[in-house]
């Protein structure tokens, strides 16, 4: 913004007493002429300004000319990912910069921030003051801001960008809001590679092992180490005192990843480590090749096997006993249904159990244990298994992340449906908009649409006798189809009801259909008026379930309000269909709709089928031939049921065209595993025979499980980014109540073996806490004693990782650029490189003329810059007196003109 700039500003002191002079001659003469008086206050006024010397100031000069009063902040990363070398540059380049600039102060920084005491620096004697094994940028920024205090300056930051503490976000907000621009330091990257003094870099990224482990469990773990460049280097593991592995690695560019498997032997704590040994001259930083994991070994866990199938279930016993697991059988009818009585099982297996076997009381205990206890639950499939175990509408159905109804195919067998259809007397009565029969026989035509040419559907019109409307025949299309309809069409109001002997009729007709199709299913629609009552149930169970053993569905469908809901609720459960009611007309044609798809796709699919993952997942870990990649080696499947995945339902395996073979989720405090396949007594026989069988099952079985150890005392271990520790301890009662007022020791073993003693005061209610700091990386065990007062003692152990610090975990082939760059945008700065600083440094400790673009782009500016700067403004300042007096007397002879003019006008 241009400014103008008064030199002789006590030449305006002038300007009041000679307008009052010039009023008071003015009044004498009543202001006459008036524009005479107007031009001589304005003469006034131009002398008075001309004599103060203005001068005015142009934009670009306004700018240079404040920034060499302004404050300027160097902020220096000493952080270990510049390494010594980077470290040194930085500081010179510091140093170079605060003796050009005359208001600078240097601000070093690594995990805090201070300033820098010039007549004594920080860095001789190799005491620097503060711990490089972090980058808090923030604080950099933050400290910064606050010595500038609000006065006029900015900050230049000398890093790398890789800051891996503080908010740095907030930070740059906070400069922006009192606009506090930042310039920047860009280093490119054969800087940095220079700095760091080697062209490879190898590091231990990952050491992964379960948290939380059963005795005889088989575990992998994971190391993963990162190269630049293609190198080897000697990689031993070990368990505590016990080297599992020690092997030399090729190492390709970037991570690679290795897995060692082993087993859970002894219940207690136990710590691993992994060191990695490049060659010689292959890595630069020794300090990310070691690396410490910790696991808890618990006792084996009780898992229960509920299933009338001695052989399948005996197998399946024998699986996880080798897996680590501790299992026992029940039959259905041996299943407790009080909760207390499952508390002592982790887990449980329903084998191909039908609902039908099972009361309501022990269902309902089923889902508390998932629910309420947390427990973990494994349901696999049969014959007497989901859909057709009759699991809808029970306790079982809501748990399962399944849904019970079959997905839709494209192609399909023929199928057979058939519509007994009643069309007596009380069908006939009124109803809005038409009566029942019109409702039913509008239903049974548009089931007819829905059919394909290939199936078949038969027609039984009943009252007090029977009759065939349609005797079974293939649907066709065209005028088969049409004759149909018009047949249905015709169906006439009867007399009495007599549903039994319908069912006696038609049942056993649709099951000699057996040969030409692969599903039959019959629809029941009435309004349950029947004369044989419900005291003859028996009679309708048996002929109920002889079309059962013939695999035949039957649903039912009230109409009206006045139906025997009673009869025909009985009939849809016991025939393993489903009973809808229909209130008013139009619901009848979407209900019969609905029924079409037991028909549209069948759920029990039986043929030679191959499994493959859906997608990877946790229960799959580490087995072998069971990923994406190559799906042909898992076992195959001779049957299955087709389900639908509920939506949060997580499917693991895949079966046929996209049916879920292996699904979980949550449920409540517990997980819920479903199999749609059986054990092995007829569908998944290969994979008795499987090698990895035992695991397979054991690592489905084991996910579903609860996290072991859930005592009294919890502890909660907590690593911050600066090597502070937060150990927390949470204790209740027996009772569930919490614990105050106890005394908490913990002892800390680091990795060495040293014994750290630490007292944990009470923060809240039942909550102790304590903090202590950790330097060193590695396995930490750590032992809680709570003394209580009217309860015994309550000891509990777990264990943390202190890594090694993020500067040297990071992926050095990055250079933090767009962090930098978006502190010098957000900011209002400017980004300039080390090379052109040095460059610019150079011509002008020559004396020489430096190119123009060199010296606008380097920031700060040199003090010899800033010299050429002053002698530029003065060159572009504008002195405005003269143009001031020019005007005042160009406007005298016109005052003189109006003033004798104005005279001659009163003559």
């Known amino acids: 913004m241009a400014e103008i700039i008064l030199q002789n500003h006590y030449a305006l002191l002038a300007l009041p007493p000679l307008w009052l002079l010039l009023l008071a001659l003015a009044w004498r003469r009543r202001f006459k002429p008036f524009g005479a008086f107007l031009l001589r206050l304005a003469i006034l006024v131009l002398i008075v300004l001309a004599l103060s010397r203005p001068v005015f100031v142009p934009p670009g000069a306004v700018a240079q000319e404040n920034r060499s009063q302004e404050r300027q902040i160097l902020l220096v990363d000493q952080s270990a990912s510049l390494g010594l070398a980077g470290q040194q540059a930085l500081r010179a380049e510091a140093a170079r910069l605060a003796q050009e600039s005359p208001h600078s102060v240097i601000l070093y920084f690594a995990d805090r921030a201070f300033v820098v005491n010039q007549s004594a620096p920080p860095f001789e004697g190799g005491n620097t003051s503060f711990n490089p094994d972090s980058s808090n940028l923030a604080a950099a920024l933050a400290t910064g801001q606050q010595l500038l205090n609000g006065q006029p300056g900015r900050l230049v930051l000398l890093s790398d960008g890789l800051a891996n503490q503080g908010d740095t976000p907030a930070a740059i907000t906070a400069l922006t809001r009192q606009g506090i621009p930042v310039d920047v330091l860009l280093p490119d990257e054969e800087t940095l590679q220079t700095w760091r003094g080697s062209q490879n870099e190898v590091s231990?990224?990952?050491?992964?092992?379960?948290?939380?482990?059963?005795?005889?469990?088989?575990?992998?773990v994971e190391v993963t180490i990162h190269s630049l460049a293609p190198a080897e280097a000697t990689l031993n593991l070990a368990q505590g005192e016990t080297t599992l592995a020690e092997d030399v690695v090729s190492l390709e560019p970037g991570p690679n990843l290795?897995?060692?498997?082993?087993?859970?032997?002894e219940v207690g704590p136990h710590t691993f480590e992994a060191v990695v040994a490049p060659a010689e001259g292959a890595d630069g930083q020794a300090a990310n090749n070691r690396l410490a994991a910790f696991t808890q070994v618990y006792l084996p866990p009780q898992?229960?096997?509920?299933?009338?199938?001695?052989?399948?279930a005996s197998q399946l016993l024998r699986q996880l006993r080798r897996a680590g697991f501790a299992a026992e059988r029940k039959s259905p009818a041996e299943l407790p249904t009080r909760l207390s009585e499952l508390e002592p099982y982790d887990g449980m297996v329903l084998a191909n159990v039908s609902a039908q076997s099972l009361k309501l009381e022990q269902m309902i205990a089923v889902q508390e244990f998932v629910r309420s206890l947390g427990r973990g639950l494994l349901v696999t499939g049969g014959r007497d298994s989901f859909s057709v175990g009759a699991y809808e509408d029970t306790p079982l159905a809501d748990l399962l992340p399944l849904t019970l109804e079959p997905p839709p195919r494209e192609e399909r067998p023929p199928v057979a449906l058939l519509l007994i259809i009643d069309h007596s007397g009380s069908m006939l009565e009124k109803s809005e908009p038409a009566t029942k029969l019109a409702m039913a026989k509008e239903a049974a035509i548009r089931a007819t649409e829905i059919l394909g040419p290939q199936d078949l559907i038969g027609v039984l019109m009943f009252d007090n006798e029977y009759q065939w409307v349609v005797p079974f025949r293939r649907v066709s299309d065209g005028a088969e189809l049409l004759q149909i309809q018009r047949d249905i069409a015709t169906i006439p109001g009867g007399g009495g009801t007599r549903i039994l002997q319908a069912l006696q009729i038609g049942l056993p007709a649709l099951a000699a259909q057996q040969n030409t199709s692969a599903?039959?299913?019959?629809?029941?629609l009435t309004d349950g008026k029947s004369f044989d009552g419900i005291e003859g149930l028996e009679a309708y169970d048996t002929v109920v379930d002889q079309a059962l053993e013939a695999n035949i569905t039957l649903s039912s469908i009230a109409i009206g309000a006045g139906a025997d809901q009673e009869l025909l609720t009985h009939l849809a459960e016991r025939g393993r269909g489903r009973y809808h009611f229909a209130a008013v007309p139009d619901e009848l044609p979407a209900l019969t709709i609905a029924e079409s798809d037991i028909l549209r796709s069948n759920?029990?699919?039986?043929?030679?089928?191959?499994?493959?993952?859906?997608?990877p997942h946790p229960i799959l870990r580490g087995l072998q031939n069971a990923s994406p990649a190559d799906p042909a080696e898992l076992p195959t499947l001779t049957g299955y049921l087709a389900q639908t995945p509920k939506p949060r339902a997580e499917v693991a395996l895949q079966v046929g065209p996209g049916d879920p073979l292996l699904t979980v989720w949550g449920y409540g405090l517990g997980r819920v595993a479903t199999w749609t396949s059986d054990l092995g007594k007829e569908w998944a026989t290969a994979w008795q025979s499987w090698p990895e069988a035992s695991r397979f099952w054991g690592q489905v079985v084991g996910y579903t499980l609860p996290a072991p150890g859930l005592g009294?005392?919890?502890?909660?271990?907590?690593?911050?980014?600066?090597?502070?520790?937060?150990?927390?301890?949470?204790?209740?009662?027996?009772?569930g109540q919490t614990v105050d007022l106890a005394r908490t020791e913990a002892i800390l073993t680091a990795p060495g073996g040293?014994?750290?003693p630490l007292t944990l005061r009470q923060i809240a209610p039942g909550r102790y806490q304590q903090q202590v700091r950790l330097p060193d990386p590695g396995a930490y065990r750590l032992s809680v004693i709570q003394a209580r007062s009217d309860e015994p003692e309550e000891t509990t152990t777990t264990g943390f990782v202190v890594t090694y610090s993020l500067e040297y975990g990071l992926p050095l082939e990055s250079t933090g650029t767009d962090l930098l760059r978006q502190i010098a945008a957000t900011t209002g700065g400017r980004t300039f490189t080390l090379s052109e600083a040095l460059r610019i440094a150079d011509c002008q400790s020559q004396a020489t003329g430096c190119p123009e673009n060199e010296s606008q782009s380097a920031e700060p500016a040199s003090l010899l810059e800033n010299l050429k700067s002053k002698i530029q403004n003065q060159q572009s300042k504008i002195e405005?007196?003269?143009?001031?007096?020019?005007?005042?007397?160009?406007?005298?002879?016109?005052?003189?003109?109006?003033?004798?003019?104005?005279?001659?006008?009163?003559?």
Do not use: C, M
Request: glycine fraction near 8%; hydrophobic fraction near 50%.
């Open 204 to 220: 231990l990224t990952k050491l992964n092992v379960p948290a939380t482990l059963r005795q005889g469990e088989t575990f992998g």
């Open 258 to 265: 290795f897995t060692f498997e082993t087993a859970a032997q």
């Open 303 to 312: 898992i229960l096997v509920v299933s009338d199938e001695t052989g399948p």
């Open 519 to 524: 599903a039959r299913h019959a629809v029941l």
């Open 603 to 615: 759920a029990l699919q039986e043929g030679e089928y191959r499994p493959s993952v859906f997608a």
């Open 712 to 735: 009294l005392l919890q502890l909660t271990p907590q690593v911050g980014l600066d090597g502070v520790v937060t150990i927390t301890a949470d204790g209740v009662s027996a009772t």
């Open 754 to 756: 040293r014994e750290i």
């Open 880 to 907: 405005l007196w003269p143009w001031l007096l020019l005007t005042a007397l160009i406007l005298w002879p016109f005052e003189i003109a109006w003033r004798r003019w104005g005279r001659l006008r009163i003559q």
